[in-house]
């Protein structure tokens, strides 16, 4: 039975296109309308706080303007789009395989040379493992970085630590990026270790815009 097994069949692929405009700013995605029982495949859906964290960056477009961006846990990619309307270079990264494809699948569709995708597995991957590529498959090295985004990705309890792992990885190389967070608030559980974790790994955390169940936080880092 086993021998037979193919996950490949539970696997949905079967992609829609959705249409997202804020503001005159447009953008048109792949991605799933409902979630995968695999919570290592909610990358394949847009969720509330990736649609509030792209708003949150059209209306704050100067912040962004000719800067380099990372995206953690990017999923479909649409936060890491909407800054490329803005921004420099984006560098758009995921750990699972197959959200990666539909990732590159995005930026292809985007065809802007200015953004990047690779695989960065938190607490595991190391920043200067991360070969990042274009639709051209042209590579991009992080020499520099004015911002870490991304958009619910403290859900998990399990993925807090690794998250905060590789948030200080890349603070210490780039000390001077800015990290922001867009979070729903899904589990008491989640929220609690995301704002206890963080004094852990010296970051102070702070809510820099606010809706009902949604915060963007800004993460800095706590002095010595």
């Given at each position: 039975m086993e021998e037979n097994f193919e996950p490949g069949l539970f696997l949905n692929t079967d992609y829609t296109v959705e249409?997202?405009?804020?503001?005159?700013?447009?953008?048109?995605?792949?991605?799933?309308?409902?979630?995968?029982?695999?919570?290592?495949?909610?990358?394949?859906?847009?969720?509330?706080?990736?649609?509030?964290?792209?708003?949150?960056?059209?209306?704050?477009?100067?912040?962004?303007?000719?800067?380099?961006?990372?995206?953690?846990?990017?999923?479909?990619?649409?936060?890491?789009?909407?800054?490329?309307?803005?921004?420099?270079?984006?560098?758009?990264?995921?750990?699972?395989?197959?959200?990666?494809?539909?990732?590159?699948?995005?930026?292809?569709?985007?065809?802007?040379?200015?953004?990047?995708?690779?695989?960065?597995?938190?607490?595991?991957?190391?920043?200067?493992?991360?070969?990042?590529?274009?639709?051209?498959?042209?590579?991009?090295?992080?020499?520099?970085?004015?911002?870490?985004?991304?958009?619910?990705?403290?859900?998990?309890?399990?993925?807090?630590?690794?998250?905060?792992?590789?948030?200080?990885?890349?603070?210490?190389?780039?000390?001077?990026?800015?990290?922001?967070?867009?979070?729903?608030?899904?589990?008491?559980?989640s929220d609690k270790l995301f704002l206890s974790k963080a004094k852990e790994f010296g970051f102070n955390v702070s809510v820099?815009?606010g809706a009902e169940m949604i915060n963007i936080y800004e993460l800095e880092t706590i002095e010595a």
């Amino acid at each position: 039975m086993e021998e037979n097994f193919e996950p490949g069949l539970f696997l949905n692929t079967d992609y829609t296109v959705e249409k997202w405009e804020y503001k005159g700013v447009e953008e048109e995605v792949y991605c799933l309308k409902s979630a995968q029982t695999d919570f290592d495949l909610t990358g394949q859906v847009i969720w509330k706080a990736a649609y509030f964290l792209s708003e949150y960056i059209v209306d704050n477009q100067e912040l962004f303007k000719d800067k380099t961006i990372l995206e953690l846990g990017a999923g479909v990619g649409l936060c890491g789009l909407v800054a490329a309307h803005f921004a420099q270079t984006i560098v758009l990264t995921d750990h699972h395989d197959v959200v990666l494809d539909l990732l590159r699948r995005n930026i292809t569709q985007s065809a802007r040379d200015k953004v990047f995708t690779g695989k960065l597995d938190w607490g595991k991957t190391s920043l200067a493992d991360l070969n990042a590529t274009n639709h051209k498959d042209e590579a991009h090295e992080l020499k520099n970085l004015d911002f870490i985004i991304g958009a619910d990705i403290v859900f998990w309890p399990d993925s807090i630590a690794p998250l905060y792992i590789t948030l200080r990885e890349v603070k210490a190389a780039f000390p001077r990026c800015r990290i922001i967070i867009s979070a729903y608030s899904r589990s008491a559980l989640s929220d609690k270790l995301f704002l206890s974790k963080a004094k852990e790994f010296g970051f102070n955390v702070s809510v820099i815009k606010g809706a009902e169940m949604i915060n963007i936080y800004e993460l800095e880092t706590i002095e010595a």
